[in-house]
Structures are given as structure tokens and as C-alpha cells.
């Protein structure tokens, strides 16, 4: 899904993002940026790593359906598919994106 650079601009803080995939026993660390995700780097799940702002747990399969947009991440995140650790400010600001 495409969001004008406007809206970005309003909403979007960078931040610090982590998405842990547990049935592949891996995290994916990256920067969230008015550029999108940089900086994308996978560790093991037990390897040591600072807290990110923005923590995203997901499986394996729903992760593939909501790259190639074939799962809505707001359903996915409200039936618990996907379970995001986020302060509360963050929250509202992705909620105005969804």
C-alpha cells in the first residue's frame, strides 16, 4: 500500500523496528525512515540486541501473506496474528495509517 509522502511526513517518527518471526527462530532489525524500512538485518532470536521502539511478533506465513499484501495488516494485528509492542503516542500514529 502506497502513502503520499505527506502523509508520511505527519505521521511517521523514525524509529527503531524489530520483527521477531519465532517459527524461524529469527529477528529481523531495521529502521523505520520517511524513506521506508532500511537497514534490514536478520540475528538469531537469542542473539543479544538492544529494545526496539517498534516490536513486531509474527509466523513465518502470515509475514509472506502481508508482504505480498494478501492479508490486511490492521485484521491481522486485531485477531492476533500479528502482536505489535509499541508505545502508546506510536500507536495512534499507525493507527491513522491503517
Same mark, same amino acid.
Given at each position: 500500500?502506497?502513502?503520499?509522502?505527506?502523509?508520511?511526513?505527519?505521521? /511517521?517518527?523514525?524509529?527503531?523496528? $524489530?520483527?521477531?518471526? #519465532? %517459527? &524461524?527462530?529469527? =529477528?529481523?532489525?531495521?529502521?523505520?525512515?520517511?524513506?521506508?524500512?532500511?537497514?534490514?538485518? #536478520?540475528?538469531?532470536?537469542?542473539? #543479544?540486541?538492544?529494545?526496539?521502539?517498534?516490536? /513486531?511478533? =509474527? $509466523? !513465518?506465513?502470515? &509475514?509472506?501473506?502481508?508482504? %505480498? %499484501?494478501?492479508?490486511?495488516?490492521?485484521?491481522?494485528?486485531? $485477531?492476533?496474528? =500479528?502482536? &505489535?509492542? =509499541? !508505545?502508546? !503516542?506510536? &500507536?495512534?500514529?499507525?493507527?491513522?495509517?491503517?
Amino acid at each position: 500500500m502506497e502513502v503520499e509522502e505527506a502523509d508520511r511526513r505527519k505521521h /511517521i517518527e523514525e524509529r527503531s523496528v $524489530s520483527v521477531a518471526v #519465532p %517459527d &524461524l527462530a529469527t =529477528v529481523f532489525d531495521m529502521r523505520l525512515t520517511l524513506n521506508g524500512l532500511e537497514n534490514v538485518t #536478520p540475528r538469531g532470536t537469542t542473539a #543479544p540486541a538492544e529494545r526496539a521502539q517498534v516490536r /513486531i511478533t =509474527v $509466523s !513465518s506465513d502470515d &509475514l509472506v501473506e502481508l508482504a %505480498d %499484501d494478501r492479508m490486511n495488516f490492521g485484521r491481522a494485528l486485531f $485477531s492476533g496474528r =500479528v502482536r &505489535l509492542d =509499541v !508505545s502508546f !503516542s506510536d &500507536l495512534l500514529r499507525l493507527r491513522k495509517l491503517l
